[in-house]
């Protein structure tokens, strides 16, 4: 004969439930600091492929002229000097520019525009370090700017030291930049 005063539930209980949903909690805050910092070294390491890119098609685009005369953000827009992902979508043909992080990138001529500088702005304090301390070659380097101090080939270290590099790169949020100069 069958009790029918017996009750028969199956299923979990509130501490397996909450113990689930913790373990789950504590993989998703690791997935996502881990992303983050995935998202934060690819967009360095694509910043760093735009100023090179930046750096070889300037000196391509200007290998038998005798100056970097008429070097403006919007000529190198059209020379098809910079990367078309630098360009904001919907700019077109204009002068506008930015970085993989955003900032602006800017154009100047100096010394005679025997020389060209190539500015990145808008770059958090770890970014900013990471690109002045990184080795562009010193083919032509002239001075790397950092904020307000400018580090001179022959003269200061370059590229410059990674301790220098955060001292310099004070700025909070997104507001450092850097100004390589060529010749």
């Known amino acids: ?10 299923g979990r209980s509130m501490v397996e439930m909450l113990g689930v949903l913790a373990i789950i909690g504590v993989l998703s805050v690791g ?28 000196r391509t685009a200007f290998a038998s002229a005798p100056s970097y005369n008429g070097l403006t953000a919007a000529n190198a827009i059209a020379m098809n000097i ?20 955003g900032g602006d990138v800017k154009f100047a001529t ?7 500088s190539i500015e990145f702005d808008g770059l958090g ?14 083919d ?19 590229p410059v030291p990674p301790g220098t590099a955060i001292g310099a790169c004070n700025q909070t949020g997104a507001k450092n930049a850097i100004t390589w100069t060529y010749y």
């Not at 004969?1 to 199956?10: D, G, I």
């Not at 997935?31 to 300037?58: E, H, P, R, V």
């Not at 304090?125 to 080795?135: F, N």
């Not at 700017?145 to 370059?158: E, I, Q, R, W």
């Open 1 to 10: 004969m069958k009790n029918l005063y017996k009750n028969e539930q199956s």
């Open 31 to 58: 997935g996502i600091s881990g992303y983050s910092k995935a998202m934060a070294k690819y967009k360095l390491t694509k910043a760093q492929d735009q100023m090179a890119m930046i750096l070889i098609n300037i």
């Open 82 to 101: 910079v990367p078309g992902d630098m360009l904001p979508a919907g700019i077109g043909k204009g002068s506008t520019i930015k970085n993989a992080f």
């Open 110 to 116: 100096a010394a005679s525009n025997t020389q060209f």
């Open 125 to 138: 304090k770890e970014t900013c370090a990471s690109l002045a301390s990184s080795d562009w070659g010193s």
């Open 140 to 158: 032509g380097l002239v001075s790397v700017k950092v904020n307000a101090t400018t580090y001179t080939y022959g003269t200061d270290t370059l």
